[in-house]
């Protein structure tokens, strides 16, 4: 007996396994980071005084991440829908697009993080930048978690498109739906922490 | 102060001389013991046990519908338990600040801390990713037929009990990462301004808010002692139901109850903060939701009781200790409401009597249930019976002497005797009256321990020696038996099976035989 509904949807539920295993997912993330959301009001409504991130952080380069980050999502799509419409080698280049654009994330987010060293600005500095350093590190880290994965769909796991080509695909809009919150949670952390 | 009756013996001296436990060692103790039961025990052998074996087989599944995230899953809690395990020979020894690490004490105690925390983040990871893949198992691998309200009571507590795990769970995951950078980093999420630590001020940045930990904590922690405890439901329920051999009193009353609870459990947690100072608002508010919250537990419990009412009842071990679970669990429950109101707890809160409180729910309730599964499903595990003798030895055994270590908790905590008190409160004027009940206490636990003994030969000798069993050991309804060989194989059923009942048809009238299996076509007879 195989297990059923790997590729199709199950008529009554209408979802095959792994859409309903990454919202679920996501679901757990939204309680992650709902979490650091709320310490964060908790903290700061306790706190005497509380920087305006504005005049610690640098948004030029934050709203050029944001920017990087929301073109990742379009391309993600992208790279979904060319499978849809059979295009491997089209959605390859867009998932490879996607891959180079998160890594563009990070160097802009290399650049922040040592321009703030270089000021003596750490997490022990302050509870901003406390928050400041592990909201975006943990975020971060989400990106990391999603070039990962995208380097296996276009490397090595690219050769399943030749065998099972609906459930590459099927791979490929599940990282999309990992990869749109990603870029979500970028979109709330953008305003809260540097223009709040 | 004397040694330690045998065991002393055997504890190094660094952390015994003389076989005198010293107050760290002692503390290590407290609080691996509640971690290790709590995340490294009946979570995992409760959901990740029980859970993984038996769900798949009730629903007629060959498998968890995500294999590889199960093995992930595993490995994670492997790796984890590891960390928790090793942290006892860092210097400075393992965590000693409680299972429930508060702040300042667990940002400013030895290393050992760290890694519980790490731990901890390990073990979160495993339950996550297990509860997310027994979600999507119960709802996309069901077998034709098997709708909602057919299900084994087992398989809807664990699908309650995995919702939990998965949105309680990474909230203490966030706190974990939090009291991590405090330790490792620097920061001062859970330091107040200008704390001062042995006559030094923490030279830290201070502004943190120490009961946001508290928050957090119990903002899982709570959803966390119904996850110890439905699966164990769960478990009674179908014991209960195949050995009262009748359908199961208000199904549908438990299920809706379950799932209630489920939602309920997230807004009780800060009634374990009643002494925090965090308003009489605040505190109305917990003290309505916590009362509201055990009328889904009482309406289970009753249910389960009346299912009682009338029955011709087969006493076997699993029964036994099902049978047991009710009253225990109902001790256990009630000694709750207390606690859960303001005035009462102000003055039960931090001693004995919340540890016989939630003692009567894990141990006699939830550990009693998880034996009661061992026997009821070695059956299916190994084909072969579990002795009966050595089991009911096993039972009273254990019964009596769990009640004869919990239950005078109860009288010490009404003194006013304090959890955590290394001596045991023998330098505490205000324990004086009370500490005398720990010498019975300690024995029977030792006891308790010796009545063990029989289970674990039991269990090792059965799986060679034990009485053959046929595939449908105890006669019952539900796909494991009625459709499964004993072991299952690879795949569970040689053919898909298919559902056209409820899963308790026990005596219906008119049959031929007491039982029904789910998997039986309906024919002229039940119409
Ligand atoms: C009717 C149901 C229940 C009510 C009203 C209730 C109420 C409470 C309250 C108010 C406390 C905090 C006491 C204090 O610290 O001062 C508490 C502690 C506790 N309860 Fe319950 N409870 C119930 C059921 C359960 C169940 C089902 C479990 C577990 C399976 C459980 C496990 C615990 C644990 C582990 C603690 C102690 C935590 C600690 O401080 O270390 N309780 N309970
Ligand atoms: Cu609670």
């Given at each position: 007996?195989d ?6 949807a199950?008529p ?7 859409k309903?295993?990454i ?5 757990s993330e939204?309680?992650?980071f ?5 310490s964060?009001?908790?903290?700061r ?13 640098n948004i030029?380069?934050a709203f ?8 990742s999502?379009?391309t993600m799509?992208?790279?979904?829908a060319?499978?849809k419409m ?5 959605a390859?280049?867009?998932?490879i697009?996607?891959?180079l ?5 990070l160097?802009v987010?290399f650049?922040?993080y040592?321009e703030?060293f270089?000021?003596?600005?750490a997490p022990?500095?302050n509870t901003?930048?406390a928050?400041?350093?592990?909201l975006?590190g943990?975020?971060?880290l989400?990106v990391v ?7 296996f769909l276009?490397?090595p ?9 609906e ?13 749109h ?5 970028w979109?709330?952390l953008?305003p809260?922490?540097y223009?709040l | 102060?004397?040694?330690?009756p045998?065991?002393g013996a055997y504890?190094?001296a660094a952390?015994?001389?003389g076989?005198v ?5 002692y503390n ?21 046990g029980?859970?993984?074996f ?5 629903i007629?599944?060959p498998d968890?519908?995500?294999?590889r995230?199960?093995?992930a899953?595993y ?17 400075g020894?393992?965590a ?5 690490s508060?702040?300042?004490?667990a940002?400013t105690?030895t290393?050992?801390?760290?890694w519980?925390l790490l731990g901890m983040?390990l ?7 297990g509860?997310?893949?027994?979600i999507?198992?119960?709802?996309q691998?069901?077998?034709p ?10 398989v ?5 009990t ?9 909230p ?7 009291q991590?950078m ?6 001062s999420?859970?330091l107040p301004?200008g704390?001062v630590?042995?006559?030094?001020i923490?030279?830290n ?13 119990w ?5 966390e002692v119904?996850v110890l405890i439905?699966?164990a439901m769960?478990?009674?329920?179908e014991?209960?139901a195949?050995?009262i051999r009748?359908?199961l ?8 109850s379950a799932?209630?609870?489920?939602f309920m459990s997230?807004?009780v947690?800060?009634?374990?903060m009643?002494?925090t100072g965090?308003?009489t608002t ?6 309505t939701?916590t009362?509201i919250i055990s009328i889904p537990?009482?309406v289970?419990?009753?249910s389960?009781?009346?299912?009682l009412?009338?029955a011709?009842?087969?006493f076997?071990?699993p029964?036994?200790?099902a ?8 001790i256990?429950g009630?000694?709750?409401l207390?606690l859960g ?10 001693t ?5 409180h939630?003692?009567?729910?894990v141990a006699?309730g939830t ?5 009661a ?6 059956p299916?595990?190994?084909g072969?019976?579990?002795n009966?003798l ?14 004869i270590v ?6 010490q ?9 290394y ?5 505490y004027?205000h324990?004086?009256?009370?500490a005398k009940w ?5 024995h029977a636990?030792?006891?308790l321990?010796?009545f063990?003994?029989?289970?674990i030969?039991?269990?090792f000798?059965?799986?060679k020696k034990?009485?053959?069993?046929p595939?449908?050991a ?5 796909l494991?038996w ?5 072991p299952?194989?690879?795949?569970n059923?040689?053919e898909?099976?298919?559902?056209y009942?409820?899963?308790y048809?026990?005596s219906?009238p008119?049959?031929?035989r007491d ?7 309906e024919t002229k007879?039940?119409?």
């Open positions: 007996m297990i059923p509904y790997t590729v199709t199950r009554d539920t209408g979802l095959y396994n792994g309903l295993g919202w679920l997912f996501l679901a939204v309680m992650l709902g979490a650091l959301f709320s964060y009001l908790l903290l409504v306790g706190a005497e005084v509380w920087p305006r991130g504005e005049t610690i952080l030029p380069m050029l991440n944001t920017v990087i980050l929301i073109s999502s379009v799509v992208l790279a979904w060319s499978l059979n295009q491997f080698q089209k390859r280049w867009c998932l697009g996607t891959f654009l998160a890594s563009g994330f160097v987010k650049f922040e040592s703030k270089a000021h003596g600005l022990k500095t901003f930048l928050i400041y350093f592990t975006t943990l975020h971060g989400h978690g999603g070039m990962v994965v995208m380097a276009f490397g796991g690219a050769k399943m498109w030749r065998v099972a080509p459930r590459y695909t099927n791979r490929v809009e599940i990282t999309g739906l990992y990869w919150f990603v870029d979500l949670v979109i709330f953008f809260v922490l223009l | 102060m004397q040694p330690i045998i065991i504890l190094s952390n015994a001389p076989g436990m010293l107050p760290e060692f290590q103790l407290g609080a691996m013991h509640g971690t290790i039961m709590v995340f490294m025990g009946v979570v995992p052998l409760a959901v990740g029980f859970g993984n038996v769900m798949p087989l009730q007629g599944a968890m519908a995500f294999p995230i199960n093995m899953s490995w994670a809690y492997f790796v984890g338990g590891v960390v928790m395990l090793a942290s006892f020979f860092l210097p020894g393992a000693n600040s409680g299972w429930t508060y702040v300042p004490l940002v105690a290393v050992g801390q760290t519980w983040v073990l979160i990871t495993s339950s996550l990713l509860s997310l893949n027994f999507v198992t119960i709802f691998l069901r077998a037929g098997l709708t909602f309200m057919r299900l084994p009571i087992f809807w507590l664990q699908l309650v995995a919702y939990l795990l998965l949105l309680a769970f990474p203490l995951e966030a706190a974990a990462v939090l991590l405090d330790r490792v980093a620097g920061t999420f859970f301004s704390l630590v042995s006559g030094q923490l030279g940045s201070g502004g943190g808010n120490p009961l946001l930990w508290q928050h957090l904590f903002f899982l922690a709570h959803p119904y439905l699966p769960g478990i009674v329920a014991v209960l195949n050995n009748k359908p009193w208000g199904y549908k009353p438990v299920v809706y799932i209630f609870l489920g997230f807004v947690w800060a009634h374990h009643f002494l965090m308003g605040m505190s109305a508010f917990f003290q939701t009362m537990s009482v289970i419990l009753t389960l009781f009346l299912s009412w009338g011709s009842i087969r076997t071990t029964m036994l200790f049978l047991a679970f009710l009253p225990m669990f109902g256990g009630l000694t709750g207390p109101l303001a005035p009462t707890d102000i003055h039960l809160h931090d004995y009597y919340v540890i016989g939630f003692h009567y729910v006699p550990l009693f249930a998880l034996f599964g061992i026997y009821y499903w070695f299916k595990a190994t072969r019976y579990m009966e050595l089991g009911k030895i096993h039972f009273w055994g254990s019964f009596v002497c769990i009640n919990f239950f005078p908790m109860f009288i905590g009404l003194a006013g005797m304090n959890r955590r008190l001596d045991g409160g023998i330098q004027a324990a004086q009256t009370a720990n010498m019975p206490m300690g636990a030792f006891a321990w010796a063990q003994l029989f289970f030969f039991n269990f000798w059965s799986i034990g009485r053959r069993s595939s449908n105890w006669d019952a309804t539900t494991e009625a459709a499964a060989p004993s299952p194989p690879h795949g059923f040689p898909p099976p298919v559902v009942r409820e899963a048809e026990y219906v008119g049959h031929p039982f029904t299996p789910q998997n039986e076509p007879r039940d119409k």
